[in-house]
């Protein structure tokens, strides 16, 4: 019983809800902007680079021990 009522429920809301898009369609506007948007991205790799550096140090001193 309850999914019947859910369905009617959904059915009845429906109309509801186009009307409102319509009614409020006249209000929404999208015009692009005047200046050209500026994304500016400061990305650290600082991190990565000293991370490769570790792994690569460490793959070394395992591969030549005798010289260490």
Not at 25 to 42: H, R, T, Y
């Amino acid at each position: 019983m309850r999914g019947k009522a859910q369905r009617a429920w959904a059915r009845g809301s429906l109309p509801l809800v186009v009307a409102g898009s319509l009614a409020l369609g006249g209000c929404i506007s999208v015009e692009a902007p005047d200046k050209p948007i500026v994304i500016e991205l400061n990305i650290n790799i600082r991190q990565e680079v000293i991370y490769r550096l570790a792994e690569d140090a460490g793959n070394t001193i395992e591969n030549n021990a005798d010289i260490f």
